[in-house]
Each structure stands twice: as C-alpha cells, then as structure tokens.
C-alpha cells in the first residue's frame, strides 16, 4: 500500500491514524459545517518529519492538509483533496524567550493563549489578539489573523520577525529576521504569512513582543444610530486618541448575547455601542479618552461610560458571545469583510437591505477601527440545502458590494475553501496568476492546501 | 538600430537621450563613486509607457536599470548591464489624499520631502523619515528605506497599502489593498516592498498615513561610554517610554560634525550620546521622557537634557553632518548593518578593532533603537584602488561578524549591486534560489536590475 512507507518516517505507531479510524473532527474546520475524506492522518512532533512527509508525498504525488487547532472559518483545514493531514498540535513548545530583544521563538502548534500568559507573566505583551484564544500560532500565521487589538498594534504579521519553513517541495529555509529592521533581499517572510499552508508548512516561529502595558480602561460608548457611531470613530482616531480597540455592535444584536449569557450591558440607552479599549501609563489613557470622549459627544453619543472592572467583564463577554448566542442553536456562514473605514456604515446598511431581500437572518458586529465588519447568516431551523443556497447568494451579493466600496473578502479568517469562489471573483485574473507562479516555486507539485485560496 | 522603435512609445523627443548625450549622473547612485554604461535613457510619463518599454525590452531582451532621485548608497541604481536607464523622476504627481481612511496615493516619483509637507500641511503625518528627504517614494518603497523615527512608528514597509506595479513582463497588476486589515490571498505586495526593482516597476503607491503628533520634544543624554548608551535603550524600550526615534553617536565623530558646521552640541561631558526625540500630547510626552530619564541614570549617564527648540535644531544638524562632515573631502564605503539590539555595543567594539587592524579610518553612528548601525569606512587621501581593496576586506569582515551576531547586511540600504557579494555570502543558497524563483515568475527574461541583490 502506497501509505506503508510512512512507518519509516514516523515510527510511533500512534502517530499515524488511517481511513476509517480517523475521529471526523480532523476532517472539518471550527464550523463542524463540511467534512472532507483523509487517507490517513498523521501527527508530527518535529520538522523533519514534516520534510520527510513532504518528500514522500512528492514522489507520490499526494496532497497534503495541513491543521493546528482546526478553530479556522474558511474551510482551509478541511482535507478537500484525501491523501494526508498533517497535525502540528503536538509541536507546541516555547523554544525560547529572549528579553533583551523582545523576541520570542515557538514552535507552530503552541496556542495563542499560552503564549499570552507566558510572556504576561514575564512583564511582556504579545499584542495580537484573534478571537479564538484556543488557536495555535501557526494557524494565526497562515491566516495572519487580526483580531481586537489591531487598531492601536496592528496584525499577527507585524509581530512575525523570522520562521522556519518546510516548502511543499520538502526544503526547509529560513524566512525573515530576528532583527527589527531588515532591507535585505526578498521578502519572503510575508509571502509566507496569510498564505494559509500553500506554500510551505510553518516549524518554528520567532515572534515579537513588547513590554507589557500597565494599566487598561474600556469604555462603552451609546448612540441613537450606528451611523453616528460609525462617524465618530474617524474623529476618534484623528485626534490621535490612541485607542486599542474599537469594537461596534447593536442593541438587537446585543440581547441575544444578553439573554444567552444571563448579563445585562452597562447601558440601556440607545441602539447603537463602541467599545474602546485604552492602554498605557494612566495618566496617558485619561488623556487619551478625555479625546476621544470630545469626539464621540460631537458625534452624538448620547453616553461614555468608563466601566469599571466588571463592567468591563461583562461587556466584553456580551462582545466575545455576539455570534456564539445565535450559534447555540444555529449554523452560520460568517463573513470577515474588510472595507476602508468610512465606508462601514454603507456597507452595514447594505448587509441589513440584503438580509431582508432574502428573508435570512443576519447579524453583524465589528472591528470598527479597521473596517472589518462581522457578518453572521443564521440558518435558523431553515432546511440545510435551501439555507445553503440562499445564504450563499446572500454572501455573493455582499463580497460584490465590498468589492465596490474597495474592500476586500477577508480582513483576518482567510479565504480557505469556503470563500475560493468569491475571492476569485473579484481579485484580477494576472493578480491571480502571479499568485499561482509563485506557489509553483514553493510547491511544484502542488502538494499543499491544493485547490484552496488562489488555487 | 534596435532603439528607433522606442520613438513609437515616447513621442517626446525630449525624453529620449542616446548614449554619449546621456549625463553621467545618471549612470551613477547618491556616491558618485561607481559608473555604469547605457544606451538610452528615458523620462517616462506614465504607466503605459513604462509598460511598452518593458514589453519592448522583453522582445529585444533589452536590460533595464530603473531610477528615482538617484540617492541610493548601493548601486542599485547604476546600469552594469548597459541597455535602458529608466528614470521615473517625471512622475512625481500627488494624486489623492483621502483623509477619512488616512490614505494618500502619490506616484512613485515624489519626493519624500514633498510628501511629508503635503500631507503635515493638512494636519496629517508620514511617519517614515530616512535621512535623505530627496529621495523619491518609489525609491523608498524598493529599499524598505527606515529612518529615524522607525522605532516608534516602523518603516517604510509599514506605511504601504497598495501599489500599481508594472512587473518585469511588462503587465500592471495592483498589489496590496486600501483596507486596513488584509487575508485574502498572497501578500503580493510586501514582496514588492524592498525588491529594489528586480520584480517590477512601482507606477502608483498608496500610502498610510496617521494624525499629526501635537508637540516633538528632544532629549540629549550623556555617557561616559558607548556600551552604557546602548545598555540603557533596552531599559528605555522596557519601561514603554515609546521614544520616536534614539540614536547614538560618540564625541570623536561628533568632533567632525562640530568643525565642519561650525556648531556645539550642546552637551560636552562624556564620550557618547543618545539622542531621544519624542512625540504625542505634552503631559504623555513629559510621563514618557521621566521615565527615561530613570532608565538612563540607572544605566549611568552623566546628563540628561531636555533641548529646547535652537538645542534641538543644533543636535539633529550635528546627527545629519555626521557622514557627510566626513565625506566633504572623502571619499566613504557606507554599511548599513543591522543587528539584534542588545548585540549592537559587541558589533561596535568589533568594527572599532577592524577599523584599527586594516588601518583605516571608520566612523559609526545609528539607531540604536532597532540596532542598526552606519558605518563609513573613509578614504582619507589614501590610493583609489588600494583603498577600495581595503575597505573591502574591511567590510566583509563585518559583513560576516554581523552574521555571526544573527544581523543582516543592510537594515535599511538595500543590497544594490556594491553588497550583492556579501549578501550571498551569509544567505543560504536554498533561500536564494526561491528568491531567484520568484524574480523568475515577474520577470522571465530578467529583464529588470538583474545581476543585483540576488541575481
């Protein structure tokens, strides 16, 4: 059998699960939506087992998927293609920590959670903050995940300093620096990151860090209408309030979350919130939110509430649970549109019109210093099939509209499987084929993640 | 003759020069040291025109030599394979400031210096700041030029949304996207960012841009040595005292600055300097340069003043004459290397022992913020070829030391042609060989700066 020489590379017989014995979960991605087939799946402990994989399925020319966690969106885990997967999550070790130069090397199965809470620890700070805190750095960096505090930090790529990779034709280099600056040569560092395991599998990571803030404030912000909400974010950032995050969402939407997590918000007015996020010194951050406190009154928030450290707790678990209060009984197809700031409103305006057009239940929230907006069609009871379809039209009709705003199909999920059509759809046929040409260098055989993303 | 067709694409005679009407200048870089040969030099419009002339190229396989403001210190910008000098100078419009999304869209031949007015006019601020302010934005963004401010703010990298690019097949293609947040396919655009030319020619660039800070303070420390200075900026980082920008320079060079611009520093106790400048709302600065001043003494230093604005004015003159009060009457071989920040002192003290082994006179001075470090290797009156010999061996013996110390041959130059040896030298061979992959997927008949960097 073509799979038996795998025994050779990896000789722990634990290590290798084949067909039918396979738990399904390795089969899917967080939604548990779609399930691919796999012929068998492998869990790897170091790189050489993965370049070794890798030459194996070369010369036999079988496709590869690789996972950590499986807490992506996109469909990006799930083996489209059979042959193998390829699990990291037991390569999940914190090589090294060096302080003196804020750098910390793990390697890809580690979880974002844990190396929060060891560099916190230590009196440092890993600025990115993806939602999903159970997913694993490799994963974060394949998608260059976003998440909450982007606006004042910025993304997973502006914190990849240097990695180890194995190409999909089995070569392990090394990409990027361990420096801060860097004008030497290609930048094959970030055609790495968010290129979702296409190009090359992620061994070893060398992260940037910095010295963790001292003190954090949030506060929630009412309005009469997401519109004015939406404005005042502009102003916010102009007056260089400085603000970690700035997150929006609505009152209809807030009460689902309300009622699944028994918690009420720290405010009943209105129909519209921000959150905002403050760190630094304290006398910085009251500086900072006297600012942005200026900005949104002119904007007509109706009310800035500092929250106290409860409050805080509970505001934040009513944003955390936004889509997971509808998903208790509910699929979803979630939507990660990224479209330049001012454009939000318009653009949320529009997904609620679409919504009703198609008589689907849709709920949004967001990311409203960057312009990524959280969209959510809920299946609702409706039949899988129909909602399928339908929700897919919806989806199509929105990726359109961000697409004439000069947004993009995805500010921090990725595009895997699931959004292939869509982003084909609207990125160029030359942009997509120089993308093409380039993962022929990494993976000549198309072996990696084959037919997903670009593919 | 092979060139008459060229009249087709540039009607403008004007615009057209032929080998022996060709000024020198334009077959040299910022140093005037090196000269290169071509055929034709060309003044282009517009984005048609640079792509009928690559088209053109391809056909005839016609080696380019593209060109901003010509200020590089690498050589990238001499024509080593003669052929065509493409010189993007012309293009130098402004072409849209969106102030809601803190974009500004530019052609690739505006100044810094005219950028950064434009936009610090409208209360808006670019942060990336390198030392030559008539240097085109083109030829930033094909350096990933750094600068002063890169501590606080990053590099160029760092503020480039989108570019429209002619690659070296001679299609346009748009890279990068005017969002904010991005994961939607292959970073296309960082790839282009610092490729020094060899994959495509920028034609359109959009830029981030931030607010304004309200108020910019300086600081002048003291030490009685380097290794003190330098041991004191892990502390400054660690404390989150968010300089923009710290630099440090030692009183023998500074000497130079001082006689050549006639003006004191306004410190002279102590044998090297750090100067910090910082930014943002008065009482924020006042917190972060106490904090500093803490970090300093406890590392040291002898004195600790705050400049006022004629002090300042004096300091940053002294800092920008540091090379060129030497380069007056001199010749200079400039290096760029950049290192891990806490190696930066060992690095130091090595190219001190270089400098005095090969007998030749050396002067450093950078950022010692992000640890890269300039080093001019001066000429002084010595013979041409013997001197270029010298500083050779001189410089690949700290090429290798920063290699050694985990640094990269250039933090913020470029490779060029004058560091290609090098950098192939402490680069693995599979490393370049996916580079050379990639130029080959933009640029199939090498057509665009080959032979430099990586090729």
Not at 243 to 252: D, G, S
Not at 280 to 305: H, M, P, Q
Request: glycine share 8%; charged share 25%; hydrophobic share 35%.
């Amino acid at each position: 059998m073509k799979y038996d020489l795998l025994r050779n590379i990896i000789k722990d017989t634990e290590r290798i699960i084949f067909g039918e014995e396979i738990d399904k979960k390795y089969l899917t991605d967080g939604l548990n939506l779609d399930y691919g087939e796999a012929d068998v799946l492998v869990f790897v402990e170091n790189g050489e087992e993965i370049s070794n994989i890798i030459k194996f399925a070369n010369e036999n020319l079988i496709p590869i998927t690789p996972r950590g966690a499986g807490t992506c969106l996109t469909g990006a885990t799930i083996p489209n293609k059979k042959g193998i997967v390829l699990d990291l999550s037991k390569m999940n070790n914190i090589l090294e920590l060096d302080e003196e130069n804020f750098n910390i090397t793990v390697e890809p199965g580690v979880l974002l959670q844990d190396v929060q809470v060891y560099v916190e620890e230590r009196g440092l700070f890993y600025p990115p903050d993806p939602g999903e805190k159970a997913s694993t750095i490799g994963g974060n960096i394949s998608t260059n995940a976003g998440g909450m505090r982007a606006v004042k930090y910025g993304v997973t790529r502006d914190y990849v300093r240097e990695l180890e990779i194995v190409t999909g034709n089995g070569e392990t280099i090394t990409v990027g620096s361990k420096t801060i600056k860097n004008s030497s040569g290609l930048d094959l560092k970030d055609l790495v990151v968010g290129s979702e395991g296409t190009l090359g599998i992620i061994t070893k990571a060398t992260l940037k860090l910095i010295p963790k803030p001292k003190n954090t404030v949030n506060i929630l912000i009412s309005f009469e209408k997401l519109e004015d909400a939406i404005k005042s974010v502009s102003k916010i950032i102009k007056l260089n309030a400085n603000p970690t995050a700035i997150e929006f969402m609505e009152r209809n939407i807030v009460e689902n979350s309300e009622k699944y997590l028994n918690l009420k918000l720290p405010s009943n007015i209105g129909n519209a919130y921000l959150i905002l996020t403050f760190d630094g010194e304290e006398k910085e951050i009251i500086l900072n939110y006297t600012n942005a406190k200026e900005a949104a009154i002119n904007s007509g928030a109706l009310d800035f509430k500092v929250l106290n450290e409860n409050e805080a707790i509970d505001t934040w678990k009513i944003r955390g649970a936004l889509a997971s209060s509808v998903m208790e009984f509910n699929e979803q197809l979630p939507i990660d549109i990224v479209v330049p700031i001012n454009k939000t409103s318009e653009f949320v305006e529009f997904t609620n019109k679409s919504g009703d057009k198609h008589d689907l239940q849709v709920i949004y929230f967001g990311h409203a210093g960057d312009g990524n907006t959280h969209v959510s069609i809920i299946r609702n009871g409706m039949e899988k099939v129909n909602w399928k379809k339908k929700s897919y039209d919806l989806a199509y009709e929105l990726y359109i509209k961000s697409h004439e705003l000069n947004g993009l199909p995805s500010g921090e999920h990725g595009i895997g499987l699931s959004k292939k059509e869509f982003f084909k759809n609207v990125t160029g046929e030359k942009e997509l084929r120089y993308m093409k040409g380039l993962k022929a260098v990494f993976d000549k055989n198309n072996i990696l993640n084959e037919g997903k993303v670009y593919c």
